[in-house]
């Protein structure tokens, strides 16, 4: 078994025991308050009115008026006479979801669990709200038929696996605001073709991009702390060409690109750094030019 694959088998092994936690979770501390229309609502917090969308008890999961189509969830909702604020949205709210397509979640949100939306394989579109600070962990997992995200300003952290295997998923817009990126964030995109990922960003984690064998423009975050992670671009065989920013070439190590023929691949460099990518290792397998345009 190669290293990837036997780092494959290690993460993919994580988010199973994690996914396995994660509906114990909701029957324990996710059960409803209330319903309104086809939502299920649990108060959080009393005394401002506050509640978040939650799925209705795991034991009742095959429920016969899920929310489907077009849906827009309500930024107050009214019970007994009292309006309530919907501020989260829980942990597996609309896990497996098939016929749901499209949903606007309104800027009231701040909080969206994990796997909230993931397996919604009909989901083409998704408003996120600009409250957001951090997308959990494969909260849009297996969404395969989204094309599009447009991540808000304001989101530090992409939780792992976030966007994984959504095969559809072509143009993706990151925040300047972004810090983190998780392991696995949009592995198995297969429809990717660009990615710019923001100055800002300090981490990008493991395998994060590995398998969008259509992404062909990859432009990398200019911080010279930035950490990138083993086999961040593996299999990515459609790369056509990466930018950077670093005066001085920035150490990675070979698996960053592992499965890719580098010849073939133009590196774009700052103006009078060539010759320092042309003795790095790695970097030197590139074809390298210097016309460097900022992001």
Same mark, same amino acid.
């Given at each position: 078994?190669?290293?990837?694959?036997?780092?494959?088998?290690?993460?993919?092994?994580?988010?199973?025991?994690?996914?396995?936690?994660?509906?114990?979770?909701?029957?324990?501390?996710?059960?409803?308050?209330?319903?309104?229309?086809?939502?299920?609502?649990?108060?959080?917090?009393?005394?401002?009115?506050?509640?978040?969308?939650?799925?209705?008890?795991?034991?009742?999961?095959?429920?016969?008026?899920?929310?489907?189509?077009?849906?827009?969830?309500?930024?107050?909702?009214?019970?007994?006479?009292?309006?309530?604020?919907?501020?989260?949205?829980?942990?597996?709210?609309?896990?497996?979801?098939?016929?749901?397509?499209?949903?606007?979640?309104?800027? @009231?949100? &701040?909080?969206? !669990?994990? $796997? %909230?939306?993931?397996? #919604?394989?009909? +989901?083409? =579109? *998704?408003? /996120?709200?600009?409250?957001?600070?951090?997308?959990?962990?494969?909260?849009?997992?297996?969404?395969?038929?989204?094309?599009?995200?447009?991540?808000?300003?304001?989101?530090?952290?992409?939780?792992?696996?976030?966007?994984?295997?959504?095969?559809?998923?072509?143009?993706?817009?990151?925040?300047?605001?972004?810090?983190?990126?998780?392991?696995?964030?949009?592995?198995?995109?297969?429809?990717?073709?660009?990615?710019?990922?923001?100055? @800002?960003? &300090?981490?990008? !984690?493991? $395998? %994060?991009?590995?398998? #969008?064998?259509? +992404?062909? =423009? *990859?432009? /990398?975050?200019?911080?010279?702390?930035?950490?990138?992670?083993?086999?961040?671009?593996?299999?990515?065989?459609?790369?056509?060409?990466?930018?950077?920013?670093?005066?001085?070439?920035?150490?990675?190590?070979?698996?960053?690109?592992?499965?890719?023929?580098?010849?073939?691949?133009?590196?774009?460099?700052?103006?009078?750094?060539?010759?320092?990518?042309?003795?790095?290792?790695?970097?030197?397998?590139?074809?390298?030019?210097?016309?460097?345009?900022?992001?």
């Amino acid at each position: 078994m190669t290293k990837f694959l036997k780092l494959s088998a290690t993460i993919a092994l994580l988010w199973f025991v994690s996914a396995q936690a994660t509906p114990l979770r909701a029957q324990q501390g996710q059960n409803y308050d209330f319903k309104v229309g086809k939502f299920y609502y649990k108060i959080t917090d009393d005394a401002n009115r506050e509640v978040t969308v939650v799925s209705k008890p795991k034991t009742y999961q095959y429920y016969t008026d899920r929310p489907t189509g077009d849906v827009s969830i309500p930024a107050i909702v009214v019970k007994d006479g009292k309006a309530y604020r919907v501020t989260g949205i829980g942990d597996d709210a609309f896990c497996g979801y098939t016929t749901l397509n499209s949903i606007t979640i309104p800027n @009231s949100v &701040t909080v969206i !669990g994990e $796997a %909230a939306f993931a397996g #919604c394989r009909g +989901l083409v =579109s *998704v408003a /996120l709200p600009y409250g957001l600070a951090r997308i959990e962990m494969s909260v849009f997992e297996y969404c395969t038929s989204l094309t599009s995200i447009d991540i808000p300003d304001g989101v530090t952290e992409i939780g792992h696996r976030a966007f994984a295997n959504c095969t559809s998923l072509s143009s993706v817009s990151l925040p300047k605001s972004l810090d983190r990126m998780g392991v696995s964030v949009f592995s198995g995109c297969t429809n990717l073709t660009s990615i710019a990922i923001p100055d @800002s960003v &300090t981490t990008i !984690g493991v $395998a %994060a991009f590995a398998n #969008c064998a259509s +992404l062909a =423009s *990859v432009a /990398l975050p200019c911080n010279d702390s930035v950490w990138i992670g083993e086999y961040v671009f593996y299999g990515c065989r459609g790369l056509q060409s990466v930018t950077v920013g670093w005066q001085k070439p920035l150490r990675i190590t070979e698996d960053m690109f592992d499965d890719i023929d580098l010849s073939k691949v133009i590196l774009t460099v700052p103006p009078g750094t060539k010759e320092a990518y042309l003795a790095a290792d790695i970097w030197q397998k590139f074809k390298i030019t210097e016309e460097y345009f900022s992001k």
